[in-house]
């Protein structure tokens, strides 16, 4: 008996076209994640950019910053006595710069070196000259002799070890003549040379000084000159603080040795020796 085999009847063919069985995909500006839409990515894009751009400016300002960095370091704004304000720069305890010392030696030695009648100060902005006195200095060969008051003051830039000072005036005492205080003439020392620092030890430099002493007469119509050649010694000091407003010599002092230098020793310069 033949069995009936029943054929399994195909599937009528899908006539409908491929474009219509695909669900149109949204169009994608990052390939990567969800979907993001024009207006996200245009917002991304322009946050991206202001970014990057901050950056370049902070690496500018980080390179600029640094520059000026290089040409200011170990400098520091300080404000002075007088109000005003200048620019310092850090040191070791005994170490000074050239500049510093050349200035010290020329400021003090002019100062000491310079011999007159008259007393200026300041008061309310006006330089006011008054007559010099004097300041009473012994010496052994001359006795009590008067010497002004301004080379007093200037001479605390000396060292007082082993009396330097002392008998630095007293010797000076002897040298300035009589009439300085009478107005009868004037000394000033001229500076023409002051060479750089020697450092003999930690702290302690050795600077010549080539100068000339010029003598002028009560009318100043006549004058004369000597040379006046020195080596003087310097070496680094502490700071003294600033002292109350206890007297005015207090004040002379700081002054003279507010640069954190004093003098130690003053020798004619030996021109012939330097020269070989």
Sequence with gaps: ???LVKKKSKAPEDKQPAAKRTKAQPMRLLSYGQATSIPVAVSSLVSAGAASLSFLLLLANYGATSSIAQHTRGMSLIQLQDGST??????APNQRSNEAIKNFVANSMIRIFTWNGIIRS???????????K????????AGKKLIPTSVWEAAFALSEEKDFRASFLEKLAE???????NGKGTVTLITNHISAPRKISDGTWEVDMV????TFD?????SRGVEFNKTVTVRAIDIP???PKINDITQKIYKAKAQGMEITQIIDLDLGKKQK
């Design 241 to 243: 603080q600033n002292p």
């Design 122 to 132: 300041e008061e309310n902005g006006r330089i006011i000259e008054t007559i010099d």
């Design 218 to 222: 009560a009318e100043r119509s006549q």
């Design 86 to 91: 200048g620019i310092a720069s850090f040191a």
């Design 211 to 214: 100068a000339n002493l010029i």
């Design 1 to 3: 008996m033949l069995g």
């Design 175 to 181: 040298t300035i003549p009589d009439g300085i205080l």
């Design 134 to 141: 004097g300041t009473p200095i012994k010496s052994e060969n």
